[in-house]
C-alpha cells in the first residue's frame, strides 16, 4: 500500500488544548484552527518526503524508514526522530516525548499525536 497522494484534512480534534501543550501562542493556535491544511506524501519505497500547507506555512519533512533524520515540529523546532513502519500502512514516530502515528485506510488518513495525556487526532482524505 502506498502513501503517495494528496490529502485535504477532514476533521480534528483537540487542536487547541495540544497547540497550547506544545508552547504555540494563542494568536497562532487562533489562526491555525480554522484553516484548511492540505498533506501531500511522496513515497518511493522507503523513502518519504511529507508536505503539509496550513495557509502560507508549508512543513516539509524527509525521511527514511528505520533511519534517524531531523525532523520539523509544528513548533518550527527541529528534532532528531526515527520513523518506523508498522504493517505495509502505519508510520510511527517518537519525537521530544511526542508519538505519532500516522494510518492509511483507503483513501483516509488518520494522524495522532500523543503527548503524555493529550491526544490530537486528525482525519484527512484523498483528493
Known amino acids: 500500500m502506498s502513501f503517495t497522494g494528496k490529502y485535504e484534512l477532514q476533521s480534528q480534534e483537540n487542536f487547541e488544548p495540544f497547540m497550547k501543550a506544545l508552547g504555540l501562542p494563542d494568536d497562532q493556535i487562533q489562526k491555525g484552527k480554522d484553516l484548511k491544511s492540505t498533506t ?5 519505497g522507503k523513502k518519504f518526503k511529507v508536505t503539509v500547507t496550513t495557509g502560507s506555512k508549508v512543513l516539509t519533512n524527509e525521511f527514511t ?10 513548533t518550527g523546532d527541529k528534532a532528531k526522530g526515527l520513523v518506523q513502519m ?3 500502512n502505519k508510520l510511527i514516530t517518537t519525537v521530544k516525548g ?11 488518513i488518520t494522524h ?3 503527548m503524555g ?3 490530537f487526532k486528525r482525519i484527512s482524505k484523498r483528493v
Open 65 to 74: 524508514i528505520g533511519e534517524e533524520c531531523e525532523l520539523e515540529m509544528l
Open 98 to 108: 511526542m508519538k505519532s502515528i500516522t494510518e492509511l485506510n483507503g483513501d483516509t
Open 112 to 114: 495522532t499525536m500523543t
Open 40 to 44: 501531500e506524501i511522496v513515497q518511493n
Open 86 to 88: 508498522e504493517g505495509n
Open 117 to 119: 495525556d493529550l491526544t
